[in-house]
């Protein structure tokens, strides 16, 4: 089977599992970059603290990138690395502020996907997988993000190799997958990623994809079978 068959069966195979997902709920797009900001390097939950706590402390968008450092800091403080994203969050809104006159994203909709993907990762802490996001969740075009279970996931299902980049595996697997399937993909691949392939104890006998699974067949049925 070559890596598009297997591609594409896992992604069928998924659906079945789980069905079409849901992303946590509609956002503008400056507020799914300030939210995905916020969850580098942590979970959902305290990302969403993080994000209220931040909008109820602050009016507008613009009362956030006026505000003291500090106090955007402590209102994120829950997301952790706050003395990190905190800054990002105010770099971004002062540059868009600068370049659009005003704080808006809406002008991404009428660039391409590669000139888009290049406007936001030019601001500060915004990377491939935040990049990503904003385009397939806010704007609808295909890009497919990869985070930590995505990552794993893939890895060890041997749509990409061992060693792989993150910021390489991006490009990886917007090739293998169809550009309709990212948006499914991306997000029953996290489930997956949570529930079963987690990182120190996956629990495969629990799997729908062992036997598409490069780490199951080598580490899990080998062993089994000795």
Not at 55 to 82: H, M, N, P, Q, Y
Not at 118 to 139: D, M, Q, R, S, Y
Not at 162 to 177: I, M, R, Y
Request: glycine letters at 4%; aromatic letters at 6%.
């Amino acid at each position: 089977m070559n890596k598009q068959t297997q591609a594409e069966t896992i992604h069928h195979r998924l659906l079945k599992h789980y069905g079409r997902p849901d992303w946590h709920g509609e956002l503008s797009p400056v507020e799914e970059l300030v939210s995905t900001i916020l969850s580098q390097n942590t979970n959902d939950v305290n990302r969403d603290r993080a994000y209220d706590r931040l909008v109820s402390t602050f009016k507008s968008w613009e009362e956030v990138r006026d505000a003291e450092e500090e106090a955007v800091i402590e209102a994120v403080r829950t997301a952790g690395l706050a003395n990190q994203k905190g800054p990002r969050i105010q770099n971004a809104l002062r540059t868009l502020t600068e370049e659009q006159g005003e704080i808006t994203l809406d002008f991404l909709a009428d660039m391409d996907p590669v000139s888009a993907r290049k406007w936001l990762e030019n601001l500060k802490g915004v990377g491939p997988k935040t990049a990503a996001i904003v385009l397939l969740f806010a704007f609808k075009k295909p890009a497919f993000p990869v985070d930590t279970h995505v990552h794993r996931v893939t890895t060890r299902l041997g749509l990409i190799p061992e060693g792989t980049s993150a910021e390489k595996a991006h490009q990886l697997l917007e090739d293998l997958f169809v550009e309709e399937a990212y948006h499914d993909v991306h997000l029953n691949m996290i489930q997956l990623g949570r529930e079963i392939c987690q990182a120190r104890e996956p629990r495969c006998e629990e799997c729908p994809l062992t036997d598409l699974c490069r780490y199951y067949q080598e580490n899990i049925k080998n062993d089994q079978e000795t």
